[in-house]
């Protein structure tokens, strides 16, 4: 099957590709939670944060020119500011950091408001420096244009020289007079949810209208991811829980650290044993699942192609026989019950909780249920993984596999735009699916070159 690897960062990348133009997107996207201090997996990584404040600045932030009456003349320069409550302190010292200029200090707020906090630029270069971390990051929204004023003048001002004529400062400084602060527009998003928020937008595009993201995360980062998924468009239609019982505790041995016995036996943190998925779908073009499944292909998933082998008796628990009988792979469930099928030859209907071997026997000797019903994949292995795999977050190909296979039509496109070291891409490739991945570092591009050209 034919795939594409792109090397770059995803929210460029992604701006690349046609609208419509891919069937289903797998991916697993960095948790930020600083993993193994991977930068990768950071909240202020580049370029998500830049594109993190640009998008602060489209909303809060202020290009203006300021007049200012001096013993013997008038001048006129550049200001750039942020005004945010004093509790986003953090976000406007980050800004700062990020920049590496200006000057912040308290500020009282308006009327009953709670006091707040001003970032100020106001020296020629420091004014330079933003410019050019603007055009890195550029502005999308309602300050692009105060933007490309605001640096008008800022040559202006840069090329004057004392003495000379101000009437072009003058009559640039009145195109800019009336420039809005926008401080009371609503709170900025929180860096992480706004980061999945830049890509998750951009994905939406590509992907035809129906058609599933499947994403990984985090336990404590989930309802970031959820909350940038779902702002960037996307329904949230349900999570699958992958269990694994290999997880390691990192956890805090308060106790030691006290060195008190009363403290013995309490720490900071449970074992990982799940990642959750989320599933979300891209909302249909047309009025119905199946109208729309007939023009674009997506907006089901493929529930006989994924049903997990049993050799149990199933009682089928659709309300007739009728209602029983399997519609296809796109069937409607409000008009075939359960989309149950008679004897249940295919095996049981696929699950939101997936299980390693563990977890799978610790179901089986705690419960008496049998986890056969559920779909079972183990933490990739050395031989899964391949030779010279230093990806420290791979994740199995047989797991990928089944989760391209439950959204992705016959013959369909998949998109990871978080590649990795190729793994969904190893999937894809092996159940039928054409394959493009986009990934950031050249060292884990390589990998995944090499391991899709071993399998395409």
Same mark, same amino acid.
């Given at each position: 099957?034919?795939?594409?690897?792109?090397?770059?960062?995803?929210?460029?990348?992604?701006?690349?590709?046609?609208?419509?133009?891919?069937?289903?997107?797998?991916? %697993?996207?960095?948790?930020?939670?600083?993993?193994?201090?991977?930068?990768?997996?950071?909240?202020?990584?580049?370029?998500?944060?830049?594109?993190?404040?640009?998008?602060? /600045?489209?909303?809060?932030?202020?290009?203006?020119?300021?007049?200012?009456?001096?013993?013997?003349?008038?001048?006129?320069?550049?200001?750039?500011?942020? *005004?945010?409550?004093?509790?986003?302190?953090?976000?406007?010292?980050?800004?700062?950091?990020?920049?590496?200029?200006?000057?912040?200090?308290?500020?009282?707020?308006?009327?009953?408001?709670?006091?707040?906090?001003?970032?100020?630029?106001?020296?020629?270069?420091?004014? *330079?420096?933003?410019?050019?971390?603007?055009?890195? +990051?550029? !502005?999308?929204?309602?300050? #692009?244009?105060?933007?490309?004023?605001?640096?008008?003048?800022?040559?202006?001002?840069?090329?004057?020289?004392?003495?000379? %004529?101000?009437?072009?400062?003058?009559?640039?400084?009145?195109?800019?007079?009336?420039?809005?602060?926008?401080?009371?527009?609503?709170?900025?998003?929180?860096?992480?949810?706004?980061?999945?928020?830049?890509?998750?937008?951009?994905?939406?595009?590509?992907?035809?209208?129906?058609?599933?993201?499947?994403?990984?995360?985090?336990?404590?980062?989930?309802?970031?991811?959820? #909350?940038?998924?779902?702002?960037?468009?996307?329904?949230?239609?349900?999570?699958?829980?992958?269990?694994?019982?290999?997880?390691?505790?990192?956890?805090?041995?308060?106790?030691?650290?006290?060195?008190?016995?009363?403290?013995?036996?309490?720490?900071?943190?449970?074992?990982?044993? /799940?990642?959750?998925?989320?599933?979300?779908?891209?909302?249909?073009?047309?009025?119905?699942?199946?109208?729309?499944?007939?023009?674009?292909?997506?907006?089901?998933?493929? /529930? %006989?192609?994924?049903?997990?082998?049993?050799?149990?008796?199933?009682?089928?628990?659709?309300?007739?026989?009728?209602?029983?009988?399997?519609?296809? *792979?796109?069937?409607?469930?409000?008009?075939?019950?359960?989309?149950?099928?008679?004897? #249940?030859?295919?095996?049981? +209907?696929?699950?939101?909780?997936?299980?390693?071997?563990?977890?799978?026997?610790?179901?089986?000797? #705690?419960?008496?249920?049998?986890?056969?019903? +559920?779909?079972?994949?183990?933490?990739?292995?050395?031989?899964?993984?391949?030779?010279?795999?230093?990806?420290?977050?791979?994740?199995?190909?047989?797991?990928?596999?089944?989760?391209? *296979?439950?959204?992705?039509?016959?013959?369909?496109?998949? !998109?990871?735009?978080?590649?990795?070291?190729?793994?969904?891409?190893?999937?894809?490739?092996?159940?039928? +699916?054409?394959?493009?991945?986009?990934?950031?570092?050249?060292?884990?591009?390589?990998?995944?070159?090499?391991?899709?050209?071993?399998?395409?």
């Amino acid at each position: 099957m034919t795939y594409s690897i792109l090397q770059g960062d995803c929210l460029a990348v992604l701006k690349t590709l046609p609208d419509n133009s891919v069937d289903s997107v797998v991916t %697993d996207p960095p948790y930020l939670i600083d993993f193994m201090g991977k930068s990768w997996d950071s909240t202020t990584i580049d370029p998500a944060f830049g594109h993190y404040i640009a998008g602060i /600045v489209d909303g809060e932030g202020c290009f203006r020119v300021h007049k200012a009456h001096g013993a013997t003349s008038t001048t006129y320069t550049c200001e750039f500011n942020i *005004k945010l409550r004093d509790d986003d302190s953090l976000i406007l010292h980050k800004i700062q950091q990020a920049m590496g200029v200006g000057r912040l200090h308290a500020c009282a707020g308006e009327g009953n408001s709670k006091p707040q906090l001003k970032f100020v630029v106001t020296k020629i270069e420091d004014c *330079k420096k933003v410019r050019r971390f603007f055009e890195n +990051f550029p !502005l999308r929204a309602k300050k #692009q244009k105060d933007f490309v004023h605001w640096c008008k003048h800022l040559d202006l001002w840069a090329a004057h020289t004392y003495g000379a %004529d101000k009437t072009a400062l003058r009559e640039s400084y009145e195109e800019m007079k009336d420039v809005r602060s926008y401080e009371n527009t609503k709170a900025p998003m929180n860096p992480a949810a706004f980061f999945h928020y830049l890509w998750a937008k951009e994905v939406l595009r590509v992907l035809k209208p129906g058609g599933y993201l499947l994403s990984f995360a985090g336990t404590r980062t989930y309802h970031r991811m959820v #909350q940038g998924i779902e702002d960037g468009g996307f329904e949230i239609r349900d999570c699958i829980m992958w269990c694994y019982g290999q997880g390691f505790p990192k956890s805090l041995n308060i106790g030691k650290e006290t060195g008190l016995p009363e403290h013995e036996g309490w720490g900071t943190a449970l074992k990982p044993a /799940v990642e959750p998925i989320v599933v979300a779908r891209k909302p249909l073009s047309e009025s119905t699942v199946a109208k729309n499944v007939l023009k674009w292909g997506t907006g089901g998933l493929n /529930v %006989d192609g994924c049903r997990v082998e049993t050799a149990d008796v199933v009682t089928n628990h659709s309300r007739s026989s009728v209602s029983a009988v399997s519609k296809g *792979k796109y069937g409607d469930s409000s008009a075939q019950g359960t989309h149950q099928t008679d004897g #249940q030859a295919l095996g049981r +209907f696929p699950a939101n909780l997936i299980l390693d071997e563990e977890a799978a026997s610790a179901l089986d000797e #705690q419960s008496g249920i049998s986890a056969a019903r +559920f779909f079972y994949c183990a933490k990739s292995s050395k031989s899964d993984r391949g030779e010279g795999n230093v990806h420290p977050t791979c994740k199995p190909t047989s797991l990928m596999a089944y989760l391209c *296979k439950l959204i992705t039509p016959p013959g369909g496109l998949v !998109l990871d735009p978080f590649a990795g070291s190729g793994s969904t891409g190893v999937g894809a490739i092996r159940e039928g +699916f054409r394959f493009v991945c986009i990934e950031r570092e050249a060292e884990y591009t390589a990998i995944a070159e090499t391991r899709l050209a071993g399998i395409a």
